[in-house]
């Protein structure tokens, strides 16, 4: 405890720059674990790969902006960490197969362009405000300049919605499981792009801005949505990797579904689940890396009798499967269940 009271001490001793609270603190642990166990199973699979040196670079410098972005408390400098793992997003999946490269072009511009759109929201906030300091922010959206408040809050939920892959955002998740390396895709697009975009959807709608009910509703509309439609679009593939993207793509609903109740235990079911879906979804995809790179293929119409060849990647990916069904008593049956529960008292409240 007390070399955690000093980290905060030496942290919030350079504000307002930078400030650790209880909101962010738990998603830079996230962000160093997961980190740390991308680096551990990236020696063995991409061994023999070329440029390994720039690859390890490109994930030190993508642990340390997404650190810099959530401990942020300037919205200017949590811009330009915004803008730089964008960057480093580009770069990684250009790693990828042939394909690779057009992925990384079209990754590049939806969340290039939503960042544009954040840049303007942070200019509102600016001109209504006064300040870039995010513990100094406090907007009502249900005033007589309801329309600048509600642009500004918009524009930069649209940032998280395209970094998170909500719909409808999401298209370049599937498409970077499919050709970007596995590594890349369990530490970016399956753990740190869902902490990084959840993590600032969650801190303006707790923090900066003052809810409406017409927003709330907005955001359970658009979690509701993601959900059905996505896992919707896995039913139908028939690439491993491909089926995991767009059901990733589904649990971001969960998420802004829960912070869109605006009652306390579907806003922190919302980000439990965040949490959970990182540990989950990271696994459900090396372990299909241990698949493709057993097998030479991800096409799940070519695969099947891997359990007694594969036995511990068998129960790591059963074990993970059974938890992203939200089956008790496994840690997605947690968050969805607080999920549930802040729905249900949204819907009895009105």
Known sequence: REKYLRTIMLINSIYPLFKLDSLNGFVVLAIGLFSILTVIYS??????????????????????????????????????????????????????????????????????????????????????????????????????????????????????????????????????????????????????????????????????????????????????????????????QHNMKRLLGYHAVSQVGYMVLGIGTGNPIGIAGGIFHMLNHAIYKSCLFLTAGNVESKTKTAELDELGGLAKIMPITYISCLIASLSISGVPPFNGFVSKWMVYQGVIQNVTKS
């Not at 942020?72 to 803008?83: D, H």
């Not at 792009?193 to 600032?200: A, M, R």
Request: net charge positive.
């Open 43 to 236: 020696l063995g699979f991409m061994r023999g790969k070329q440029k390994l040196i720039q690859y390890y670079v490109y994930i030190v410098f993508t642990a340390l902006a997404s650190i810099g972005a959530v401990l942020c408390n300037n919205l200017l400098l949590l811009l330009v960490f915004w803008g730089f793992l964008g960057l480093t997003l580009y770069l990684l999946i250009n790693m990828g197969n042939a394909n690779a490269s057009l992925v990384a072009k079209k990754t590049f511009i939806i969340v290039g362009g939503s960042d544009a759109l954040m840049l303007l929201g942070i200019g509102i906030i600016y001109y209504l405000t006064k300040t870039l300091e995010m513990d100094k922010i406090q907007i009502s959206l249900n005033t007589k300049y309801y329309i600048l408040p509600t642009l500004a809050y918009l524009s930069i939920a649209i940032a998280c919605f395209a970094k998170a892959g909500a719909m409808p955002f999401h298209s370049w998740i599937p498409d970077c499981a499919e050709s970007a390396p596995v590594p890349v895709v369990a530490y970016l697009p399956a753990s740190l792009d869902k902490l990084l975009g959840i993590y600032l959807l969650a801190r303006i709608s707790l923090n900066l801005f003052v809810m409406d009910s017409a927003m709330n509703i907005f955001l359970m509309l658009i979690g509701a949505f993601t959900i059905i439609a996505a896992v919707m679009m896995a039913l139908v």
